[in-house]
């Protein structure tokens, strides 16, 4: 018997903050217990909750932070 399979694009979920942290939380309890089979499914989710926070943190941190030219920065 076939296992039925569902594509789920992560990314294009509207995420809340408090979402987020909720998942964030969720993802860590399933790690603890994870069906080797379910590794990959996980593992995709918390890739897709990470790149969402960093685009919703850079987007709320970053808007009142003006742009600096690189060539300015005295590294």
Known sequence: MATEQ?????????????????TH???R?????VNPKETYR????????WR????TLTTRLGK???MVDPATVDW
Request: hydrophobic letters at 40%; charged letters at 25%.
């Open 6 to 22: 569902r594509c789920v694009d992560y990314l294009a979920h509207e995420w809340y903050p408090t979402d987020l942290i909720t």
């Open 64 to 66: 009142f932070n003006a």
């Open 29 to 33: 309890r399933q790690a603890r217990s």
């Open 42 to 49: 996980l593992a995709r989710f918390q890739n897709a909750l």
């Open 52 to 55: 969402q926070m960093a685009r």
């Open 25 to 27: 939380r969720e993802i």
